[in-house]
């Protein structure tokens, strides 16, 4: 993701996001080339589409242990991305998993037992910090869930929600639920940062007060805006380099055109040591697209 001419995308960016964007598709992994295997790339919808795709179901029930909602999918043996579709069997969220043995060190002064968004999980005997993104609303998800016809009408989802505690049920104590318009987001805290290509117009929470924390609790997610000021992704920032192929992670020249001019210091550092893993999640089928000419 390092700051560069992106040829593909400048050319592809000729066409802009729609004046009314719906939630088609569920694609992970921001990359240069659009068309490499490991970016961009299209995640099932439902358990059937997951299933024949290869991907493993984790959860034995739809509560999880208390811990999250949803039955939890991997592919690969590979916990970097798991997925969570209601009892219906569609989609109804994603988590990234970071592997403690990959992100714990001395060099990671980050404070994952500070920040409520992250939950400690194990997946088939590996710990993880888990943070974990709902497209519906929480409480359907194992209750009335969704038909497939609903999903494939209305969208993807409706609505994008942060669990930000470490058990169920959630409620508005420990849920965020995210401003689908741009404007809300500003006005609720999320900082106007800046647009690249082939991801849309970032929001960080109060980027501006990184440094006074030493970037040590940074809220561990950003949103992305098209220029209509609609809600078309998100994405998971982890400190730490996690080995997923699922993972970007992006240089310090990258992330000061992202965040702007005024980026902590202590956030480019990070860059270097820990590392930093991120991961954008996109609600649209062509992300790749995503302009900010307009």
Known sequence: MEVRTLTVLAILGVISVSSAVKWDDLRVTFGVNPFASNTFVHMPLTTQEAADGGWEKLSTSCTNDNNFYGFQYMLNNDPGITLLYDINGVIAGIQMNLLKSEVLSSKNKYKYDKVSMYQTTNI??????????????PGTICTTGRTESDMKSKGTGDSLYLQNGATLPLDSSNLIRVPLKRSDAIRDGWTKNQCFYGMGYHNFYKSEEFQSTNCEEIRPVFLLYNSNDELHGFGFAGNGLASSPRFEHPGRSAIKSII??????????ATQTPGISTVHVYFIKRPYFINCWF
């Open 124 to 137: 088939n005997g590996k710990d993880v910090f888990t943070l974990t993104a709902y497209f519906v609303n």
């Open 260 to 269: 702007g001019s005024d980026a902590a210091e202590c956030i480019l550092d």
